[in-house]
Nanobody, 124 residues
């Protein structure tokens, strides 16, 4: 199973980016999807997650009100809309999938499938 991210890039502080993740081979509607990020010298952290139905969403406190996670099960796509970007948002962003009946998965170690990552760089 392959998850393919796209949409990263270089943007000035205050700007926006929209990350996309496609999972064509996955029984998509059965999986919770998460967006993680990791920057040099820091641990990987969960940024946002969305339940298999889309009804439940989680956001890390530092991105609340700026980032929005969404999904389309028919297209097998998940997105992370990132607005009002800050230099501290600079990181390699990954999407990941975990088979979960209800709710969102908070533990990175429980996610079964991972993408290769897309770099987001925010300049000051």
């Amino acid at each position: 199973v392959e998850l393919v991210e796209s949409g990263g890039g270089l943007v000035q502080a205050g700007g926006s980016l929209r990350l996309s993740c496609e999972a064509a081979e996955l029984p998509f509607s059965a999986y919770c999807l998460g967006w993680f990020r990791q920057s040099p010298g820091k641990e990987r952290e969960l940024v946002a997650a969305i339940s298999n139905s889309g009804a439940t969403k989680y956001y890390q406190d530092s991105v609340k009100g700026r980032f929005t996670i969404s999904r389309d099960n028919a297209q097998k796509m998940v997105w992370l809309q990132m607005d009002s970007l800050k230099p501290e948002d600079t990181a390699l962003y990954y999407c990941a999938a975990d088979w979960l009946r209800v709710g969102v998965q908070m533990k990175g170690s429980e996610y079964e499938y991972w993408g290769q990552g897309t770099q987001v760089t925010v300049s000051s």
